[in-house]
């Protein structure tokens, strides 16, 4: 070959493969952002049963790509909502799904008549490519957009893969590289170039479409094709492991059990078949195999393997647990951390925005708990109580460190506009929440101060702070309950609650100001006074921001409530809270 036929091969493979990879990417990325979030609360359904795990493992990476699948499930076990021996069907599914993408790419090998012709992916995706251009200009929202993404992705992975396989022809007259792809027969050469095809471009899919493509225009045998196909098949697993390096030891048991899986899977299947062919002598290794029959040797191993491990494969999670043994250390990991926050989740926003809601309800739960704690240690100033009440502001506090430190990182990426509102909603109530237990460690630090001075308040005061902590321990954990439900209830009679706080926090004042002059309580011990109930008055003032979030993420606008609901809700605290009367 002349130096500038190589010059053309070379970039016309490279364009191809670049195009290849990038519709690819492109497709898997916006099906993968469309579902979004949902697919959390799907895969925690489907996932209890291994068989209902395995088809919904299938079906997903028949629609994105099986790396996709495997990073997410290490992610959803290493977060909790999956355990890991849910893993392994989902496992199972993701290998078998990813085969529907090499019988699609082999609809570009058809021949024969005009109409048959026209089935061709390269015939009609041109057509398909431009059509979708113009709708993707003219669609007047996110979902539509994400419709029109995807085709293109599919569009240009089908041109990408056609010019690749005329970029190669002119190989099949060129002796070298002939005696080249001989040396692929052998059996462990093949699954080499298999495993390091599919760590270059992390993708088994992809690796298997570039052996497809040429197929379609060199002699590709199946000899050569099937260690390949295992090598490709092998290679996956380091994507999967990769992911597991940022996760705790749940997430890497799933990685494993994915590796395991295909290493087993693959080795027993070429030692056993290549044991075979040595007393008989597969005569079909010699022959062409094209694009087809690639996919079809593709499916087949996935479907053998489904069939094997989906009833016999148990025995891989306590190999797994071998390997990776459960200790004391990650029960402390997980109360420590919110192990829902998991930064594999971040190439997807919409699925880590999912668990910032989850995981933000669980600090509002904590917050809630570390408050309630709180009221209970002014009467209780026990080591034991106190204790108690510092660890749980402490996990109030590391739960709002995660939190805050995910969302920058959300922030960072690449979204959709109603992401992204939903990102600052979630953002503004977590700085809500962490700003109250700010605000409770400090009234802790001050009211643990004054007792061990030895100073106290009078039986008055102590009543006045017992009565406002009520109503703030109330109105905490009413927004605690319409922020988890996401009831905006609470946004329209929220200033209500405020005008009955600051009536009275207003007659406390005065009558601390009181008993100040009558010499009732000490002058020392207003400081502490006030700042306890303006720690109180702080905290039911972020109730009425996030009761404001709630409000926004509804869509709704607020109602003013009728004098009827006024009177009621005033009637009842000042039933509840003898001050208001007095």
């Known amino acids: ?48 049963k291994r068989v209902a795990a395995w088809s919904f493992g299938t079906a997903l990476s028949i629609f994105v790509q099986s790396s996709v699948t495997t990073v997410m499930t290490v992610g959803l076990v290493n977060s909790g909502i999956m355990k890991v021996s849910q893993s392994l069907g989902v496992m199972i599914g993701a290998n078998l799904g990813t085969t529907a993408t090499a019988w699609l790419l082999s609809l570009n090998s058809l021949g024969g008549s005009f109409w048959l012709q026209l089935l061709k992916p390269s015939s009609f995706t041109p057509f398909l490519a431009i059509g979708s251009v113009v709708f993707l200009m003219f669609a007047n929202d996110d979902k539509k957009k994400s419709i029109g993404t995807i085709v293109i992705g599919f569009s240009v992975m089908m041109i990408g893969m056609d010019m690749m396989s005329n970029s190669v022809a002119p190989l099949q007259d060129v002796p070298a590289f002939n005696k080249m792809m001989l040396s692929v027969s052998n059996p462990l050469i093949g699954v080499l170039v298999g495993v390091a095809c599919t760590l270059m471009i992390q993708s088994s899919a992809a690796a298997i479409g570039i052996l497809q493509a040429l197929a379609m225009s060199l002699g590709v045998t199946f000899g050569m094709a099937i260690p390949i196909v295992c090598g490709a098949q092998l290679g996956t697993c380091l994507t999967a492991i990769l992911a597991s390096l940022q996760s705790n030891n749940k997430g890497k048991r799933a990685a494993l059990i994915h590796l395991f899986y295909n290493l087993i899977r693959n080795s027993v299947f070429l030692v056993a078949f290549y044991l075979i062919n040595m007393i008989v002598h597969f005569p079909f290794l010699q022959a062409e195999t094209g694009a087809v029959g690639i996919a079809a040797f593709h499916t087949a191993i996935n479907l053998l393997g489904s069939a094997i491990f989906l009833p016999f494969g148990g025995f891989l999670i306590p190999l797994v647990h071998i390997v990776l043994p459960y200790n004391k250390a990650e029960q402390q990991e997980e109360a420590d951390t919110l192990t829902i926050l998991n930064p594999i989740f971040l190439s997807n926003p919409a699925f880590a925005i999912d668990q910032v809601r989850t995981a933000s309800t669980m ?69 809500d929440y962490a700003e109250m237990t700010e605000k409770i460690t400090n009234m802790l630090h001050s009211i643990t101060g004054f007792r061990a001075s030895g100073r106290s308040f009078s039986e008055e005061a102590e009543q006045d702070l017992r009565v406002f902590g009520s109503a703030a321990q109330e109105i905490l954990e009413a927004t605690v309950h319409d922020y988890t439900t996401q009831n905006a209830r609470l946004a329209e009679t929220v200033q209500i609650y405020r005008e009955i706080i600051t009536d009275m926090h207003g007659k406390i004042s005065k009558r601390n100001v009181r008993r100040l002059h009558s010499g009732e309580c000490a002058q020392e011990n207003n400081f502490v006074f006030s700042d306890l109930c303006a720690g109180y008055e702080r905290i039911i003032d972020r ?40």
């Open 1 to 48: 070959m002349s130096g500038q036929q190589i010059f053309e091969l070379v970039t016309g493979m490279l364009s191809g493969l670049a195009l290849f990879m990038f519709g690819m990417n492109v497709m898997s990325d916006t099906l993968t952002q469309l579902a979004g979030g949902r697919l959390s609360t799907l895969i925690e359904r489907l996932t209890e």
């Open 363 to 431: 600090l509002a739960d904590a917050v809630q708990e570390y408050f309630d704690a709180y009221i209970v240690s002014i009467g209780d100033n026990s080591e034991e109580q106190l204790t108690k009440t510092r660890l749980l502001g402490d996990k109030a506090s590391r739960y709002a460190a995660q939190l805050r430190k995910y969302c920058i990182s959300i922030s960072e990426q690449k979204m959709h506009d109603a992401d992204a509102r939903n990102l600052v909603f979630l953002n503004n109530a977590v700085n």
């Open 543 to 582: 109730c009425d921001s996030i009761a404001s979030h709630i409000l926004m993420a509804s869509d709704a606008e607020a109602k003013a409530p009728t004098k009827e609901q006024y009177d009621a809700i005033r009637e009842l605290f000042a039933d509840k809270f003898e001050a208001l009367n007095s």
